[in-house]
């Protein structure tokens, strides 16, 4: 089965703080996302990567950087950590050999980082 | 830019029901639809995926119609249990990443 883990479940930090969140995943999938998701407004992607070392920004990037130094490991930073920012931070994961019966567009995701901005 | 809708008021049924769960969609044509289940503090799980050349698709108990000309997919879930009270996430695919709806919560009583 596929695992993607992410490091907390809960996170409180202070405004202004650097935050990282981190991500693995163990199916040597090609692409890696970050999500938000706020009651009402469903999940909004922040940032994707489909290899190593490349990344895209999503529909809201702003004040949110990603980091992908290895296929298995997705990092999002808040380096100035403010109070709007404060939301249940999704990870997920896709891809996979096709051909294999795997299909490559379904995301795997974490259980979810909690982060309070006080 | 592109819009999801998906029934904002939690749908409640009886238990054994069959529940049909709506998603609409503007300014879009995705090459697929996907259906995701989601419990209180956890991560989306994926059902289904249909893509815009298929019209239905099941499995075990759900199935999935999709129509790319009123732009609107429906999920069913027939004989519907406690167990599958959750939140259900609509998706829409393209270009290597999904664009989700908010999600409808299914509430099925005993």
């Known amino acids: 089965d596929v695992k993607v883990t992410q490091s907390s479940r809960y996170l409180v930090k202070r405004t202004g703080e650097k935050v990282f969140l981190e991500c693995v995943q163990d199916m040597d999938h090609e692409n890696m996302f970050w999500y938000r998701q706020d009651p009402g407004l469903g999940l909004r992607l922040i940032y994707f990567?489909?290899?190593?070392?490349?990344?895209e920004k999503g529909d809201i990037p702003e004040g949110y950087s990603v980091s992908r130094e290895k296929k298995e490991r997705f990092s999002l930073i808040l380096e100035s950590a403010s109070t709007n920012q404060t939301s249940m931070y999704l990870c997920?994961?896709?891809?996979?050999?096709?051909?294999?019966?795997?299909?490559?567009?379904?995301?795997?995701f974490g259980p979810g980082t909690r982060l309070t901005v006080l | 830019s592109q819009k999801i809708e998906q029934n904002s008021e939690a749908l409640n049924i009886q238990e054994g029901k069959t529940a049909t769960l709506t998603c609409n969609y503007t300014n879009y044509s995705p090459a697929y639809l996907q259906w995701y289940r989601q419990d209180p503090g956890r991560g989306p799980v994926f059902l289904l995926l249909?893509?815009?050349?298929?019209k239905e698709k099941r499995k075990e108990r759900l199935k999935v119609t999709f129509d790319t000309t009123l732009k609107q997919s429906l999920f069913h879930i027939t004989a519907s249990q406690p167990a599958d009270s959750a939140t259900y996430l609509c998706a829409l695919g393209g270009y290597n990443k999904l664009i989700f709806g908010a999600g409808t919560r299914l509430a099925v009583h005993p």
């Open positions: 997920a994961s896709s891809g996979g050999l096709a051909g294999l019966g795997v299909d490559t567009d379904t995301q795997y």
């Open positions: 990567s489909y290899d190593v070392k490349m990344k």
């Open positions: 249909i893509r815009e050349n298929e």
